[in-house]
């Protein structure tokens, strides 16, 4: 290796003619500088990029191009120095390093021919994008869905909150109505078991009402008609003969129900406790119109009378003109609390009139109020007895 004295430079086979020197030379220097540079350039590339595959098959031939550069360089050097057996050890390093690198790259010929061509990475970004405009609709319908389920649970808890505030309103509404119906005072002491006896009536008649309304479906209504006759037809033997009942339809919410059935209940049970000849003598018609264009209309009245004859029925025509008193001389048939009731706080409750007046053989009560009041519609009930408490309960006060 070290014995090259013997040799001659390889200058001497060139007649050390500068121009091919220069030419020999120069060409080897500068394919030993990109032979430098490249594996360079790969080994900065694999440090940068961890998730590059084959990382052996570039180092193998990142050393290729390095030893080829080398044995140009050798080349350079033995136009002076006949160094011959060094640079043919780098050959031969060369050489190896050559058939690794060409073993190794026909084993990945199979993972070679499998990288998508351009056509196929155009066909893959294509489904890509499908795909995408795909995931696109499905987050926006997911996001829609998202804003209408957020806007029924808003809804929904809108309601619940109405619902329970309508909850409360109605439990003040009928407690305040019960508290009116307790006459403290003489009358308890004087009379106990009539005053339990008419308590307890009023109170069933409310809660008569309230069932009437919220057995029939989820609108919590029921007809006029029937609320009437649920609290009435109980108390008679012979309904059929002794009640008739003529109106339009009126469809009536709880709030309105209790208080009719209030009226109701107050008169039937005073016409019961007449003796038994009279009241098999006497017939009850009610009967009811809407003032204004029909039931719907919020701003329409409701007329309510109730009729009451005992044989000969030629007294209707005295009634033409409704009073707030009876006549001179005919006795109130209506204790004190009774016609405070009827004539004062149910009608205040329901934002309207009730009157009444007494002829020798009949009786006759009517009732005006608001449609809307009965029905409910939109609210108007609480809102009438919201603006009536203080009037109630003075009239309470009056009572007791």
Not at 66 to 95: E, N
Not at 207 to 229: F, K, N, Y
Request: contains cysteine; proline residues 5%.
């Amino acid at each position: 290796m070290f014995e090259y004295d013997q040799y001659m430079p390889h200058g001497m086979c060139l007649l050390w003619e500068p121009w091919l020197v220069i030419l020999w030379a120069g060409s080897d220097l500068m394919i030993f500088v990109a032979y430098m540079a490249i594996p360079l350039a790969l080994v900065m590339v694999m440090r940068r990029r961890d998730d590059l595959r084959h990382r052996a098959l570039v180092a193998l031939f990142a050393a290729f191009i390095l030893l080829c550069g080398i044995t140009h360089f050798m080349g350079i050097v033995t136009l002076w120095y006949p160094i011959y057996p060094f640079t043919g050890a780098v050959k031969l390093a060369t050489g190896i390093v050559s058939l690794a690198t060409a073993f190794v790259l026909f084993r990945l010929i199979p993972v070679f021919l499998r990288i998508p061509t351009p056509d196929t990475h155009e066909e893959v970004i294509g489904k890509l994008e499908v795909t995408l405009a795909d995931l696109s609709r499905s987050r926006d319908e997911l996001e829609s869905r998202v804003r209408q389920r957020t806007e029924e649970l808003n809804d929904a808890n809108t309601r619940l909150a109405l619902t329970a505030r309508d909850a409360v309103q109605r439990s003040r509404n009928l407690i305040q109505v019960v508290s009116s119906l307790t006459r403290p005072g003489v009358e308890i002491s004087q009379y106990p078991e009539r005053f339990l006896r008419e308590l307890r009536g009023r109170i069933n008649a409310l809660a008569i009402a309230t069932s009437t309304v919220m057995e029939q479906d989820d609108t919590a209504r029921a007809s006029l008609e029937r609320v009437i006759r649920r609290q009435i037809e109980p108390l008679f033997n012979s309904p059929a003969q002794q009640l008739s009942t003529d109106g339009p339809v009126v469809e009536v919410g709880a709030q309105g129900a209790q208080q009719l059935s209030l009226i109701a209940w107050e008169l039937a049970s005073r016409f019961v406790q007449i003796g038994r000849a009279d009241q098999a003598r006497g017939h009850i018609a009610v009967s009811w119109t809407v003032d204004g264009s029909d039931a719907d209309d919020e701003e329409a009245s409701l007329i309510l009378e109730w009729r009451e004859s005992f044989g000969s029925t030629s007294e209707e025509s005295d009634f033409d003109s409704v009073s707030d008193e009876p006549p001179a001389g005919t006795p109130l048939p209506l204790d004190e609390f009774s016609e405070t009731l009827l004539t004062r706080i149910v009608p205040r409750l329901l934002g309207g009139k009730g009157r009444f007046e007494i002829a020798p053989a009949a009786f006759l009560y009517r009732l005006t109020c608001p449609i809307s009041a009965i029905t409910a519609r939109n609210g108007a009930v609480e809102t009438v007895i919201e603006a009536s408490d203080d009037e109630t309960n003075g009239h309470a006060s009056e009572v007791t």
